[in-house]
């Protein structure tokens, strides 16, 4: 009896020294002078952004009361929220430099330009597609088509994959692929869990690489052993195949090699068997992580982007017809890489575009890898800064004299602060793939635009309800297309 007694005196006391190290946990922003909303105990304002559907949209709100910097809390990981132009920039540790140099020659504007034809293909086989589904009185979501479009040239560019993507309704490199991009980490339990606990965060973590240890060890056991096993979990099946093309291509003794992102990537590879390794080169789980992701951004948000494209161009009329004579003055050229580089009012109306609709807000948030002094505020090493995307890209002082709630694309004719745009970050770790994203973009709008014009479907504006994941996307874009040509 006296042993349970002195057990649970012990047990309370440690509960109520965790309790106070919360408390005082919640003052960081309070004596640092920073406003924000007041947070819940335990969950900080976790339980705001989780029932929240558009996060994005819930951060414009705070900013509007609370000012252009505000701190909130993830569980007790502060966090500071900024829309001061002024106050935001990026560093990167030096791995993520290393692997940012080994792959920065595959988007020069050199590279790119080989890969047009491959591109063209793809934008190809959509245009056959559209031709079989004209018809001015039905409406139909071109968004589906976005996506296998975008998924079909991510494979022939990046990977030197053969698909028949957007023929093959069944496809399973894109049925799994949908399944695996479509989850949200940060909406995951172990990653929640992390956030609330965080003093448990060193056995999560090891519980996690625990699992990675596991998945690599069935990656490679799988085939034999369990041969069933890949088909029945996407992620497993989609790193098989990956692995199967790196086999491919390293087992491959021909002196011509393919010009794509994984080739380039192999060339800078460290082997698991090599003394002496280069920090600058990649190792295989860098070369397999930078797939994954390379194929998100290729995919998911590349789709959406035209998506958004798409709708503007259904409810601007006028903004459609700029766009087509820019596209009919080309009449007698290719609307290849060169082509459409040069189109001018096309380039002003995809940046409005994102402007008004980025991809995603939560793809830049930024870790502060030293402590620093940043207008006037110390920022700790290890706090995390949360852009507030929508309110900088909305903000009139930055982006007036015109109403930025209205599609103006003359408005990028002006010199606007640097850091006044942030669809794909800002600085040394902006989005790689940027030119590569931009020119897919811009070559399938102006196929498009050549032989059709847009107009609203009746369920335009249903389909248009926004939900926010890791890519803040419509459900559908739904359109009719009047044959130009």
């Not at 106070?20 to 922003?29: A, D, E, N, Q, T």
């Not at 994984?262 to 698991?272: C, I, N, P, S, W």
Request: net charge neutral; hydrophobic share 40%.
């Amino acid at each position: 009896m006296f042993m349970t007694l002195i057990l649970s005196a012990c047990f309370v006391c440690l509960i109520t020294v965790y309790f106070l190290i919360l408390k005082s946990r919640y003052s960081y922003f309070r004596v640092r002078s920073i406003p924000g909303p007041s947070p819940t105990f335990f969950f900080g304002h976790f339980l705001t952004i989780w029932s929240s559907k558009l996060y994005s949209h819930q951060l414009q709100v705070w900013t509007r009361k609370f000012g252009s910097i505000y701190g909130l809390f993830e569980g007790t990981r502060p966090l500071y929220i900024v829309s001061d132009v002024n106050f935001l920039n990026s560093a990167g540790a030096t791995r993520w430099r290393q692997q940012r140099y080994a792959m920065n020659p595959a988007f020069s504007a050199a590279k790119l330009k080989l890969m047009t034809p491959l591109i063209d293909e793809c934008i190809e086989s959509l245009m056959i597609k559209l031709s079989k589904m004209n018809n001015e009185t039905e409406e139909f979501n071109i968004y589906k088509l976005y996506e296998r479009l975008t998924m079909d040239i991510i494979c022939h560019c990046a990977f030197g994959i053969d698909t028949d993507m957007q023929n093959d309704v069944d496809n399973e490199l894109m049925s799994k692929a949908v399944v695996i991009f479509k989850q949200d980490i940060e909406r995951m339990p172990l990653t929640k869990l992390s956030y609330l606990m965080p003093w448990a965060t060193p056995l999560l973590t090891q519980f996690a690489r625990s699992q990675i240890a596991l998945f690599r060890c069935l990656n490679k056991i799988a085939p034999t052993i369990f041969p069933d096993l890949i088909e029945k979990i996407p992620r497993l099946w989609l790193l098989s195949k990956v692995q199967e093309v790196i086999d491919a291509r390293t087992t491959n003794t021909t002196t011509t090699k393919r010009v794509d992102l994984l080739q380039l990537m192999l060339d800078a590879a460290v082997t698991r068997n090599e003394e002496n390794v280069d920090d600058k080169k990649l190792s295989d789980d860098e070369i397999k992580a930078n797939v994954f992701l390379f194929l998100v951004a290729g995919f998911d948000t590349t789709s959406t982007m035209l998506a958004y494209c798409t709708y503007i161009l259904a409810t601007h009329p006028d903004v459609q017809k700029k766009l087509q004579a820019e596209v009919d003055d080309q009449h007698e050229k290719e609307l290849d890489f060169d082509t459409v580089t040069k189109m001018e009012y096309m380039e002003l109306f995809v940046r409005e575009v994102l402007r008004m609709y980025p991809p995603s807000v939560a793809a830049i948030t930024r870790l502060c890898d030293q402590t620093t002094t940043v207008c006037g505020h110390n920022i700790e090493k290890g706090s995390v800064i949360q852009p507030d995307i929508l309110s900088v890209h909305y903000n009139s002082d930055l982006w007036g004299p015109e109403d930025p709630n209205q599609f103006v694309p003359e408005r990028h004719s002006t010199e606007r602060h640097p850091l006044a745009f942030l669809a794909f970050g800002a600085g040394p770790r902006s989005c790689i793939g940027t030119r590569f994203a931009i020119m897919e973009i811009k070559m399938t709008l102006a196929r498009l635009l050549r032989h059709y014009t847009v107009l609203p479907g009746e369920h335009l504006q249903e389909g248009f309800q926004l939900n926010e994941g890791v890519v803040i996307q419509p459900n559908a874009i739904n359109i009719k297309l009047n044959k130009r040509y």
